[in-house]
């Protein structure tokens, strides 16, 4: 038995046991741990061997390169436990791998996906099903989920914008906080908690055209107000790790990028996680044409600042001959050896490396699991439209069912769900008969338009309610679309209904924005439901009975047509804020008025949503604000005090939203910002005041030369419904003293 080193030792701190660890360790046990390979079949023997000699730090848990598109393709934990064993027990140093694998949103039991939670606007929903994610995650023998995503996408036509939480920077970096925490835990060594990892470092929303993997064009300005923020939120987080994009922006291959992966995330930020590539990304710095060959690959990625590679086996493969010849320090690979085996140490691996089969089945699914995740697809829906109070419907209502996705089981758990199961799934036409089946006079046939027109125009019911939207497989990686219209034959079924007498409630499925500008004309209702997991279709036929109460918002800004895009609320106010009519407003709105052929403004703005009852906002008010920024910037908030009423009969949640316009700056800057927002539960007839303190960061922005600053002057700002409400209340802050006229 080798005697206990330092590195052996539980209740040695992490960086002496690191230190303890490196100084036995040879280069090329070093360079194997900069490794991570896949458990595609073709290499699981090779993986033995690697692991075996301690050349090999990782494994990604995933059949191919496109994990999240994939069906099923569950953890072999025989397999897993045997290699790990060949790695804890036969290597010379017994270093455990780390299994990573894409637990994005959900495990066995499937939460909404990531723009769903993020339409909650409820960080609570994100952290608890995270922390489901991990309890089943970590069970399964994953030490190390590739999640939360904090890119923001601010054009839908890209797939992966399901994954994110969304176009605006404060709500991304709010959930991606509330996912770190969820996942992490206090102590990600404990039961139940695995590593997160942020991604996809930096700027991959942005690709144009929304086409995948496509080259973005960020200016240093937007890049640090807009794509940064989040990041920077997750690191200060203390998120284990972060994942490099794909893309290149401005020139660099994200990557390739010293000025990315070192300068900022380093000396600017101080983080100290490791950095994992994007699948492959290292050894496709080539393919940009940023490398020779993979060679000079691994040298540009392994010195920009990418610590392990995922996948592209270039680091494996080249590292020691760079080593010897100079091109990569050994102080460079000691770095990044260090942040790998701390992650290691962190997450416990050297004192439970194996998994527990038992205790894996054991824990998914379980009735506390799927009842939180029901009630988090709940709290994401948006409802749209609610004429005349269509919703919710009574118990007497005569509904007759329909639309494509009634009897759709997959497209319910969304884009990555690598361990979700369809067919554990229940689908709309099951939930509606065990829920209320007295309710359903007719069903639909999903499959055929025409019949559904004749069975339509045939049926006694009073409703008819049609689910509609995308498919899952329209979203996530490497699904871009060129439309975001509803596919053929959705708005004719909504048409047909109402041209025959009928209350319409559409029920739309996305994974994105998507352009509902046919369809709202012919709906009494519009529910957005997202892709929200398991449970997607007990919750909505609650919601449609009032069970559950939707005050979702959305993440994303819904355009009138494609061609809008990209469109989000926060755009800048550009030099001629008046419309075609020459009309000025202080409100930009008329910034977006450009178009000959469509109004520019959005069908339905960020943070739009609607409630079944009537909390109205009134006396939006500034309690108190500091006189100059030094005040602000020691600490005396701004306080903003509105007071919420119900006047509906029954208690319900709103959403206060507080947007921020500083009017007068170094560099342009958007008409509103998020700042702050609270979902607010206010029961029936009650009357409360809701108080929102703003500090420093709310006003500051990074200007010329990426400098932090906060500018005397005027402050515009709003506690509203939503990102379309004009401002209300104006501060101004003085510069120590001197007034700013
Ligand atoms: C994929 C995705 C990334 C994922 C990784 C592992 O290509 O870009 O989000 O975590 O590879 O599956």
Partial sequence: M??????????????????????QMTIEEKIGQTQQLSTKEDVQAEIGALASEGMLGSLVLAGTALAGNNSNNNIRHDLLNNIQRLAVEHSRLGIPLIFGRD???????????????AASFDPQVVENACRWAAYEASADGVHWTFAPMVDISRDSRWGRTAESYGEDPYLSGVMGVAAVGGFQGENPAADGCILACAKHFVGYGAAEGGRDYNTAEISDNTLRNIYLPPFKDCCDAGVATIMSGF??????????SHYLLTQILRHEWGWDGFVVSDWASVGQLAEHGMAEDAADAARIGFNAGVDMDMSADVYRKHLRKLIESGRVSEDRLNEAVRRILSAKFRKGLFEHPYIDIEKSHAAMRSPVALADAERAAARGFVL???KDNALPLSKESRVGIGGPMLDDRRTLLGCWTLDGDPQETTNFREAWDEIAPEMVVARFNPALVDQSLLQICNTRADTIVLFLGEDQAMTGEDNAVVSLDLAPGQVELARAAKQWGKKVVAIVQCGRAL???????????ILVCWHAGSQTAPAVVKTLLGEYRPSGRLPVTFPRHTGQLPLHYNYKPTGRHYGKGGVRDTDFRSSLERYNDCPGQPLYPFGFGLGYGQIQMENVRIESSPKTVAALEAGEPVVLAVDLINTGDRADETVPQVYVRDCVSETTRPVRELKAFRRIAVDAGQRRTERFELNARAFGYYGRNGSWRVDPGRFLLSVAAHSGTPFQLEITLEQDGVSVS
């Fill in 2 to 23: 080798p005697t206990m080193t330092c590195y052996r030792d539980p209740a040695s701190p992490i960086e002496e046991r690191v230190e303890d660890l490196l100084r």
């Fill in 103 to 117: 637990v994005i949103h959900g495990h066995r039991t499937v939460f909404p996906i990531p723009l769903a939670q």
């Fill in 515 to 525: 352009v509902l500008t046919n369809l709202e004309p012919w709906c009494d209702a």
């Fill in 247 to 256: 893309c290149d922006i401005n020139g660099e291959a994200v990557s390739g």
């Fill in 384 to 386: 749209l439209k609610n």
